[in-house]
């Protein structure tokens, strides 16, 4: 028997005229050290129009890439439009990856138009000369640096066309947008996003479930636009009616809080070193109104208990935990305690990684891929699978990351009988001390709760009884000490004995990767050299 239902193609297209249509006035803020700049989601969709015209007629055709090197901002909102929209695909490059890394996946998927901002520009210039494929650079805001050679200007280009551009109907299945991993180890490799994954993924965002984004909301986008789509949010905003506040490069604790302060946002997206360097500043700055925000949610790596009850308890936010990757589109599991939860015992629950989200699946395995059990205390490795998870990397074979058509996500904890996830730690950083697993996510956690740290993170280093112990490497609130005598003994009754670091280090700052997650791999080269001295204690 056949179902009678319309059998309309899911598309970006869709989202768009959707939040076009019936949001028209919702706004975007582009936030920048000279003020604010608003525009309507009518004048952002007509613009994309004019944006989509004019990369047809300079040649852009479908399945082209198209990249974009931008900030948080209105005109990358706009090639968020026209690019999938008109059938090309959006390749969103993360500006803070190294140049050579940077080349790498320009060339790798075969860049034919790159969208710049100007003041991006010195970063793009110094691989210029080393991608072959772009054919076209279209820089946006003044730029007389003559760094990228011939260049063409956004705003001039896009003003040349008209609008009125007709969105073509598109396989739902076709690429949209391209995001690659941020290369950690090895290479950067790309997943390719297809209209239908971002429309169900968008959502799913909307639902009470999981982001429950709506036209009450107004966001603020601290997440770069770069990192998986924004977590979704660029999209899901338009389709939900949420107004969205841009920073741009005004990603530090001070503009950020005066962000929060002027334009009242409702809800926030950004990674947990962000939120940190937030709380740092409302501790000193007597001006701090938090107020407008009804959650915060926090993504890309644990988020500890201390910041959770932090923002609870001093400013009455819910803290919302949410997991994922860049092969998940991201969104798959997020920390809302289940109805009925006591007050007192909600914080249990959103220091979790998150309960799946309607439409994926996830389960644990052990190293000889047996499925284990949803107990909350078997520990093996999380996989996933789900209309936005990916089946495969973009022009590279990898079937160690698949297994049985589910993603292995290399990260390894527990599922318990009501669903929720608990992260002990990656593949990569787990320290096995005696034949038994220390979990560095739960050390780092149980660290920053000291009053005189700021940041902490836990990297595995040799060890000749042992094979692995844990070498904690702290760094210090401003005008703040601790020993490391004194936060063995704060760590002793917070964790099990043989857990105890014996070695630590006192550094300036902890190593960031490209999305703002601790980078171990820096600490780990860095152990045994003058670059991290450390002290041992007595065991």
């Known amino acids: ?61 479908s399945g082209d890439r198209v990249a974009s090197f931008m900030w948080n901002n209105q005109t990358h909102m706009e090639a968020y439009i026209a690019v999938p929209c008109m ?39 110094k691989v210029r000369d080393q991608i072959p494929t772009v054919e076209h650079i279209i820089v946006h805001g003044r730029d007389e640096s003559g760094l990228l050679g011939e260049t063409l200007d956004y705003e001039t280009f896009l003003m040349s066309e008209e609008t009125g551009f007709e969105w073509p109907t598109l396989d739902e299945r076709s690429a949209a947008i391209m995001c690659y991993t941020s290369g950690t180890t090895g290479n950067p490799k790309g997943v390719v996003y297809s209209h239908r994954s971002t429309w169900l993924h968008s959502m799913a965002s909307m639902t009470a479930n999981s982001v429950g ?39 530090q604790g001070e503009p950020l809080v005066k962000m929060i302060r002027e334009l009242r946002p409702t809800i926030s997206l950004g990674v947990p070193t962000i939120w940190n360097d937030v709380l ?20 890309g790596s644990a988020v500890p208990r201390f910041m959770i009850e932090a923002f609870r308890d001093r400013f009455g936010i819910d803290m919302i935990q949410g997991w994922g990757m860049t092969e998940t589109s991201p969104l798959a599991a997020v920390s809302i305690p289940p109805a009925g939860t006591p007050y007192d015992q909600e914080i249990d629950y959103r220091v979790k990684a998150g309960r799946v989200v309607a439409g994926v699946e996830i389960r644990i395995t052990a190293d000889d891929g047996t499925v284990l059990p949803r107990d909350g205390t078997t520990v093996g490795e999380f996989e996933v699978r789900g209309p936005w998870v990916t089946g495969s990397y973009y022009g590279v074979d990898d079937p160690e990351k698949f297994h049985d058509d589910w993603l292995r996500t290399g990260d390894i904890g527990t599922i318990d009988g009501e669903g929720f996830m608990t992260i002990s730690d990656r593949t990569k950083d787990v320290i096995k001390s005696g034949g038994e697993w220390i979990s560095s996510v739960e050390l780092e956690g149980a660290v920053m709760a000291h009053p005189a740290i700021f ?33 063995r003994d704060f760590l002793s009754t917070r964790v099990a004995k043989w857990w105890l670091p014996e070695r630590w280090a006192f550094i300036e700052t902890v190593p960031k990767t490209s999305v703002g997650k601790f980078d171990k791999k820096v600490l780990r080269a860095q152990y045994g050299s003058d670059e991290l001295p450390y002290v041992t204690l007595d065991e």
């Open 455 to 487: 940041e902490a993170a836990v990297v595995a280093v040799p060890d000749d009884r042992w094979q692995e112990r844990p070498l904690c490497c702290v760094v210090l609130r401003p005008d703040q000490s601790a020993t490391a005598e004194e936060l």
């Open 213 to 251: 984004f709506s036209e009450r909301d107004r966001c603020l986008l601290i997440v770069p636009m770069f990192h998986v789509n924004a977590w979704g949010a660029a999209y899901t905003a338009f389709f939900a009616g949420a107004e969205l506040i841009m920073p741009q490069m005004l990603l």
């Open 280 to 299: 740092r500043v409302t501790e000193n700055d007597p001006d701090a109104d938090l107020s407008s925000l009804r959650g915060v949610l926090a993504g």
């Open 1 to 61: 028997m056949q179902s009678t239902m319309q059998d309309a193609p899911l598309l970006i297209r869709g989202i768009i005229q959707h939040g076009e249509y019936v949001y028209s006035e919702k706004k975007v803020f582009t936030v920048s050290p000279d003020g604010v700049e608003v525009a309507t989601f009518f004048q952002i969709s007509k613009r994309a129009e004019r944006l989509a015209a004019a990369l047809k007629k300079l040649g852009v055709e």
């Open 87 to 125: 059938g090309a695909v959006l390749h969103t490059l993360n500006i803070r990856l190294f140049p050579e890394q940077l080349a790498f996946v320009i060339n790798h998927a075969q860049d034919k138009v790159i969208i710049v901002d100007a003041t991006l520009v010195p970063a793009l210039a």
